[in-house]
């Protein structure tokens, strides 16, 4: 049974950086698209990036792109999610997802695996 992992949240003053880290343990990821989801209190969970199993390729919303990267390291066994410029709105619960996909997706019905979460705050 796959578990999932966060960590790396925390409180940061705007224009800060975390790294939010998506351990796997109980099987590999190789064959696993993995997703980030994010729920902001009083708000609908939103997701916000993927990366693929097959070629590794990743997506964002428009509104983490070009601040936020996903990254894998499958010898670790763990998903990365370096979170750059962060802007108060950024404050949320952040989520990782794990699901046997060729390619990725940021619907939160198409995975199946979800870690427990970090939380993130934004503020001054």
């Known amino acids: 049974q796959l578990q999932l992992v966060e960590s790396g949240g925390g409180l940061v003053q705007p224009g800060g950086s975390l790294k939010l880290s998506c351990a796997a343990s109980g099987r590999t990821l190789d064959n696993f698209s993995i997703g980030w989801f994010r729920q902001a209190p009083g708000k609908e969970p939103e997701g916000i990036s993927c990366?693929?199993?097959?070629?590794?390729?990743?997506y964002y919303v428009d509104s983490v792109k070009g601040r936020f990267t996903i990254s894998r390291d499958n010898a670790k066994n763990t998903v990365y999610l370096q979170m750059n410029s962060l802007k108060p709105e950024d404050t949320a619960n952040y989520y990782c997802a794990a699901e046997i996909q060729w390619i990725c997706t940021v619907v939160a019905g198409n995975y199946g695996y979800w870690g427990q979460g970090t939380e993130v705050t934004v503020s001054s």
């Open positions: 990366i693929s199993s097959s070629d590794g390729s990743t």
